[in-house]
Every structure is written in C-alpha cells, then in structure tokens.
C-alpha cells in the first residue's frame, strides 16, 4: 500500500514540539529556526537536557565514508544525527549512561515510551510485569476472594487503560496476560480451575460474575481510540485514521481495532434508524435519541462491540455438554444477586457466592463430578445408594433426604419470609379506606421518564385485595397447622397459604415449590393441576378462588413468573424485588447446608428454619 498523503513537519501540544524532515541538515536547520523563535517571544526557551534526537536510515556497505553510525547491523537502522540547539548537543534516545535498563533505551514522549527500533517487546515485558506486581500485591492482602476480585475490576484493570490506549499492541497479548492470571481468578471466587472461564466474565444478566477480561479491556480501550480518531476536529488526523482503516481491511484473520469499529458503527447506525428493544415493551416504549453525542456514540460503540464478544462466550457454553446447563432455565429466571454491593458488604457467607456460582453450571464436588474428573471410582449417593449422585440428586430427588424432611426444611425456610411479608403487607391494608376504586386515566406530562410512567400506573392500579379491610392470613408452617376454613369449603387439602375475605367472599391460594431450576415448569404445572378441583369446587360454592403458584429454584434462582402474584396483591416493585432477594438468599443457604450435608446421615429434623 502506498504512504498516506498526508504529511507533516510540525506538530505541538502544549510546551512540547515535534519536528520531522527528511534528512539531518534540513532537521538542524529547523532546529536553528525554532530555537530562534523561541528567544524572539522572550518568554520561552528550548531545554536541551529534554531534547531528544532520532534518525533513521539505510546504511549501505558499499559506502565507506560513513558520517554516522548506525545503532544495529541492519541495513535499515537508526542512528544519532548529532543534532545541536541553543549550543549544546542533543541527546540521542538511547542513554547509556541511565541506570534503568528500560529507560536506557526509551523516551517518554506525551505519555508513551518510545524505542528507537520502533518495537514494542519491552513494552509487552513491562506490562506484564507490572500486571504480576499488582495481583500479587492484591494475593499477599489479607482480604477475601470477592474483595480481591473487585480490586482487579477497579484497580488492576485501571493501571492497564493507558497503555491499551495508546500503544498498538496485539490481541494475542491481552488473551495471554489473562491467561497468566486466570487460575488466581477462579481461586479468589472459589470456583474450580476447570470451571468455564465464562462464568468469569459473562455479565451478570447472563449469569456470570461480570467480571471483565483484560481482553476485552484491551479491545474498548483500542475501539475508544479509534472513535477519537476518527471523530477528530483536525482533518489531517481523519485522513490518518482513514488510510489506517483501509490497511487493516486487507487482514482477514487479524484482528484489527479499525475492523472492529467498522462492523460496530454498522451496527449502532441500524439501530438508531430502526430502533427495536428486547422483552414485552410495546413497540416505541422507552426514550430514543436518534441524533446522540459524539461521547454517546463512542459509548455505544463500545458497548455494541462488548456485546459480540459476549454473544461468543454464549456460543461457547451452548458447545458445552456438562457446563451449560444454566442455558436450560436462563430465559425463565432472574439472575442471582451478585452486585458488589452483595458480594461485599451484605455480611453473607462468601461460600454461599461460591456455591451458586458453581452450582450454576453443575461444577459442584459432588460423587458423580468427582468420578469425572478421575478422584473416585464410585458415584452413588451416600444416603439413598442412588448410582448417579448429581447436583440435581442432592438438592432435589434423594428419597432419603426427602424421608429426613431436608428438602422441607428449606420449604419452610421460604415460606416463612414470604408469609412474614405478607401478613405485614395484610396488617397495614386493613387499617386503609376500602373505598371502592374507580378506573381512571393517568395523565403523565410529556416527557416523563418510563420510570415515572411506571410509577403512577402503580400508584393507582387496584389490587386483589381492594374493597374489603377483612382479610385473614393462614399458612401452613410446622408451628401454624390449620384447617381450610371451613366457611369456605370442606377439605383436608392445605395449600402453603390462604388469604380470604368473607366482605367479599374471595379467597386466595398460594403455593410454594422449590424445585431445582430444571423442573421449575414441571413444578408449575404438577402444582396448577393438584388444585385446579379445589379451585373449582370453591367456585361452586359460592366463592371468587384465586390460584397462584410460586417457585423458587433450589440454587437460588427465582422465576421472573413468581413476581406476578405480589404484584396482583399489590405490593410494590420495591417491596416485591425485595422479597425475592430475601427468598433468593434463603433458598441458596438451604441448598448449601443440604450439599454439605449430602455425605451424612445425621440430620436434625426440629432445627430451626433459616431466616435473613
């Protein structure tokens, strides 16, 4: 390809100047001529000591007059042009005289080292070195796994953005720093080294740990450089970044920051013509700008390109036959809480972290797993004698927990926040008006926020329990066994929970399972079809029945499906995200003691249930 056309001679950036010409005598003349300028403004002066001198040429053999010498045997070297300012000599870039090997051999110049033969191996050694620094800095603190690895995210990846942003490094290079410190990843969050390194750095909507790779740190902070590129106010720097862009199209299997950012502008470009967005908003909902700012494209475009490289660890967990079992249920569940805010300061076991994060993709040492990786030789359960002790088995179909009422344990546990909540929500809205509620339009100004839109629909939106203050609360815990009301109807069934209104002569039925997140829908409708005859029945008699299920997954996932019944009762979004939380928690803890307790007969069967 040929050069660009684009030239320059000058170019200067606050106090500090560069000067580019074609050979040595041109160079020592412009030289004269800005040193003479500089005494004319009497107010600035060159520095010599700061002063830096690079050439660069063929040497040819054949020439034996030679006036300079070349610094490497190359035919292509540089050399020392003996460039001279304000009287004094300027100095070449490689120091002999410099203590620090590095800096013998470099010159920092806006930021960036530069080497005289225009290579970047020691750059990629000091890199590394200093990445080794800080993670062992960060191993040797007495800190938990979590809050070393919110160091890396914050504090580790920070010292790299510049160097990512500014050298053209390779991508090969980012993927082997990370290599290097993977292992220390998977030790701080307590998850096994053959674990998927997607459960790493997967986002958390994807569950995963949202933790970000060095390369795809390297990736944005090169795709970032690119926009301000290319963005530029200066043309000459536009056409650079062109003539760049067009080299690196011919590179079909390197990956190049200006491919990169091509695809992504194409992809954003689209998006702001034919806007579409994700769930069950309607078509047009939420607040679009079809004209952002250059800083919200260039974030835009980062993110776009973030999004390929997670759909690529997507792909590589659907390869996966053992480990991409959170594929199963991942569209019907809410990711588990894994903030920072979490993970750090909510005071919860970080095991607890660990073992969703490993249950999640069915890593866990459990007899089958540990007859995989070649431990053991036998993978029955220890309590039932089952021949394949999974995650699943322990958690969810061992007969002999089941008889020792380990899974009804963590039933109750559940059942017993929810039933807290409730009867305090109950309490509160029997003291309120029972006027009844009339449907009205809410008028919201132009250009409110979907939030503010959500909330006024909320404010006013009726509920199950409006126009009557009557409401009663049963629920069936160890402590509270109740007989169905028998002004309702006759029976011996107990659903989890009962909340009635004799005003209005309707009842509401709760039922709780905590199944493994595979059977959640199996749970859903094994439990719709137990009492669809009772609903029936009350129907007949007289009364409005509502049925609802709720599941909670016995990792700690929650269905987005189990948020509906609060919702209709009339909790708020606040109230109810809460409740999941708590639920989530519990249902994970309770797991967590049956999976270490899974080699052991012993099990108290009056211990208490488990609350946050």
């Known amino acids: 390809m040929s050069a660009p056309s684009v030239t320059s001679f000058l170019k200067a950036y606050a106090d500090d100047l560069t000067l580019n010409t074609r050979n040595v005598i041109d160079m020592q003349l412009a030289v004269d001529d800005t040193d003479r300028w500089l005494k004319w403004t009497e107010t600035m002066k060159a520095k010599p000591s700061k002063c830096i001198a690079l050439g660069c040429k063929l040497f040819a053999k054949k020439i034996k007059n030679e006036r300079f010498v070349p610094l490497t045997d190359s035919i292509y070297s540089p050399f020392d042009p003996k460039i001279v300012i304000s009287g004094q000599p300027m100095r070449f870039i490689v120091n002999p005289n410099e203590k620090d090997p590095f800096k013998a051999t470099h010159f920092k110049f806006l930021g960036r080292w530069l080497n005289p033969l225009l290579k970047e191996n020691d750059i990629k050694n000091r890199l590394r070195t200093s990445l080794i620094d800080d993670i062992d800095k960060i191993e040797q603190s007495k800190i938990n796994g979590f809050m070393r690895l919110w160091l890396y995210q914050f504090y580790v990846l920070s010292h790299l953005s510049w160097p990512f942003l500014i050298y053209d490094l390779d991508k090969s290079f980012a993927e082997d720093l990370q290599r290097n410190i993977n292992m220390k990843l998977k030790r701080w969050a307590g998850i096994c080294r053959t674990a998927e390194n997607g459960l790493l750095f997967r986002s958390r909507k994807n569950f995963g740990l949202g933790l970000t790779s060095i390369s795809d740190f390297y990736q944005k902070m090169q795709l970032t450089k690119c926009e301000l590129l290319r963005q530029s106010k200066d043309n000459s720097i536009q056409e650079l970044y062109k003539s760049r862009e067009v080299k690196n199209a011919k590179y079909s299997r390197m990956w190049k920051a200006t491919k990169a950012a091509t695809v992504a502008n194409a992809e954003v470009d689209l998006h702001l013509k034919f806007p579409s967005q994700a769930?069950?908003?309607?078509?047009?909902?939420?607040?679009?700008?079809?004209?952002?700012?250059?800083?919200?494209?260039?974030?835009?475009?980062t993110s776009k390109a973030m999004d390929f490289n997670e759909e690529s660890r997507i792909a590589h967990s659907v390869s996966l036959k053992q480990q991409s079992i959170w594929l199963c249920w991942s569209d019907s569940v809410s990711p588990f809480d894994l903030s920072w805010k979490n993970l750090i300061w909510s005071?919860?076991?970080?095991?607890?972290?660990?073992?969703?994060?490993?249950?999640?993709?069915?890593?866990?040492?459990?007899?089958?797993?540990?007859?995989?990786?070649?431990?053991?030789?036998?993978?029955?359960?220890?309590?039932?004698?089952?021949?394949?002790?999974?995650?699943?088995?322990?958690?969810?179909?061992?007969?002999?927990s089941l008889s020792q009422h380990r899974f009804t344990w963590r039933h109750d546990s559940v059942l017993k926040q929810i039933y807290q909540t409730l009867s305090d929500f109950i309490t509160s809205f029997n003291q309120q008006n029972t006027a009844s509620v009339t449907p009205q339009i809410h008028f919201v100004k132009a250009?409110?926020?979907?939030?503010?839109?959500?909330?006024?629909?909320?404010?006013?939106?009726?509920?199950?329990?409006?126009?009557?203050?009557?409401?009663?609360?049963?629920?069936?815990?160890?402590?509270?066994?109740?007989?169905?009301?028998?002004?309702?109807?006759?029976?011996?069934?107990?659903?989890?929970?009962?909340?009635?209104?004799?005003?209005?002569?309707?009842?509401?039925?709760?039922?709780?399972?905590?199944?493994?997140?595979?059977?959640?829908?199996?749970?859903?409708?094994?439990?719709?079809?137990?009492?669809?005859?009772l609903t029936e029945a009350i129907s007949i008699a007289g009364w409005k029945s509502v049925l609802f299920t709720v599941e909670v997954g016995a990792r700690g996932f929650i269905p987005t499906s189990s948020h509906h019944p609060f919702n209709k009762l009339g909790l708020r979004g606040t109230q109810v995200?809460?409740?999941?939380?708590?639920?989530?928690?519990?249902?994970?803890?309770?797991?967590?003691?049956?999976y270490l307790a899974s080699n052991s007969k012993a099990w108290d069967q009056q211990r208490a249930l488990v609350e946050n």
């Open 577 to 594: 995200n809460a409740l999941m939380s708590r639920i989530s928690l519990i249902s994970a803890k309770c797991s967590y003691a049956i």
């Open 279 to 301: 769930g069950n908003k309607g078509l047009g909902f939420g607040n679009f700008n079809p004209n952002p700012s250059l800083v919200e494209k260039r974030s835009m475009v």
């Open 347 to 400: 005071g919860t076991s970080p095991h607890i972290f660990r073992f969703v994060l490993s249950s999640s993709i069915n890593w866990v040492r459990t007899p089958n797993m540990l007859k995989l990786w070649g431990y053991t030789n036998n993978s029955c359960c220890c309590l039932c004698g089952a021949d394949k002790c999974t995650l699943h088995h322990i958690i969810s179909e061992c007969l002999f």
């Open 447 to 533: 250009g409110a926020t979907s939030y503010q839109l959500k909330q006024a629909k909320q404010s006013h939106r009726p509920s199950l329990l409006h126009n009557a203050n009557d409401w009663k609360l049963l629920v069936d815990l160890p402590d509270c066994n109740y007989v169905f009301p028998p002004e309702i109807y006759g029976t011996s069934e107990r659903p989890d929970l009962v909340i009635w209104s004799v005003k209005l002569k309707k009842v509401i039925l709760f039922e709780l399972t905590c199944p493994a997140e595979e059977g959640i829908e199996a749970a859903k409708i094994r439990k719709q079809a137990k009492y669809a005859p």
